[in-house]
């Protein structure tokens, strides 16, 4: 059996949990991916299943798991409480459990979904929907074990056959030439994929255990961040329309400013994150180099 440290990763095959696995085995790392349904998967099995997870989890018997499971519908969690609550909150419950019992780490990718104001801390909390109410309750069950919470949002290329990113999908509709509606009043502060991989990793090998906002510096609103990426493409003429997030159909209530307050991430990890400007040009770069 090798020596090297074993990780799982429910979710393993997703849009963060395929390019994480791929990064975390290319630093020595013995990883398991979980996932539903995938030929990429070294598990397929249902996660709501608690029997089929407890057994999985004890034949990886892993020292790491890193928890990327969500439904990241936010219209969806607001139709389907029970689901949302069954994959938010009764799997974390699942896998603090196991945790306790075998004395397992537990990275688990939270959401900035809780924040509405610019630069909110850690501690500034205001969910509006069920997908906020249920990702920050499913929190707590955490804070009974070893584990690190990250706070995150994230953009880059897919990498997973059938599931698109924002810039993926809005890339493709320009090349269309379809007319795309961007926000102007909705504010956010992700990392690219890339940069999110680098520092789970730098948070495996230094592990402090806490909740940290884990996002760019200097965010910008949905419009300006999706004309900034075309742009760094070679894209300038595109066809768009400026609306308010008021002027949607979604069914949910969303927040207007995710953007967060990174210095505690920053503080601890001893690093300086980069700002969504140069994130995008290091994501529009992949695109270009195709």
């Known amino acids: 059996m090798s020596n090297a440290v074993r990780i799982a990763i429910l979710g393993g095959c997703g849009l963060l949990g ?9 630093q020595g790392y013995d990883v398991f991916k979980i996932a539903r349904k995938s030929i990429d998967a070294d598990y397929n099995i249902n996660v709501s299943d608690n029997n089929l997870l407890q057994a999985t989890l004890l034949k990886i018997r892993p020292d790491y798991i890193i928890n990327l499971v969500a439904v990241t519908s936010v219209d969806e969690c607001e139709k389907n409480i029970p689901l949302a609550y069954k994959m938010h909150v009764e799997l974390n419950d699942n896998l603090k459990r196991y945790c306790k019992k075998h004395g397992t780490r537990v990275l688990h990718i939270s959401t900035d979904h809780f924040y509405e104001g610019n630069n909110s801390t ?36 897919s990498q997973t056959e059938g599931r698109s990113s924002i810039t993926d999908a809005m890339l493709t509709k320009v090349l269309q030439g379809v007319k795309i509606r961007l926000f102007n009043d909705v504010y956010f502060s992700p990392l690219s994929i890339n940069s999110l991989c680098k520092y789970i990793c730098l948070v495996l090998s230094n592990w402090i255990p806490g909740i940290y906002n884990l996002g760019s510096k200097n965010g910008m609103n949905k419009e300006e961040f999706v004309i900034r990426f075309l742009n760094e493409c070679g894209k300038k003429q595109i066809s ?13 209530k969303r927040p207007r400013d995710m953007r967060m307050d990174v210095s505690l991430f920053e503080r601890t990890y001893g690093c300086e994150l980069p700002s969504l400007a140069d994130e995008l040009k290091i994501v529009a770069r992949e695109y270009c180099e195709e």
């Open 240 to 252: 768009y329309e400026s609306v308010s997030i008021n002027d949607s159909d979604l069914s949910a």
């Open 122 to 157: 850690e501690a500034e909390l205001y969910p509006q929907n069920v997908y906020g109410l249920t990702k920050l309750m499913g929190e707590r069950a955490f804070f009974e074990c070893d584990s690190v919470i990250l706070r995150v949002n994230f953009f880059g290329k």
């Open 18 to 26: 395929k390019p994480l696995s791929g990064f975390l085995k290319s």
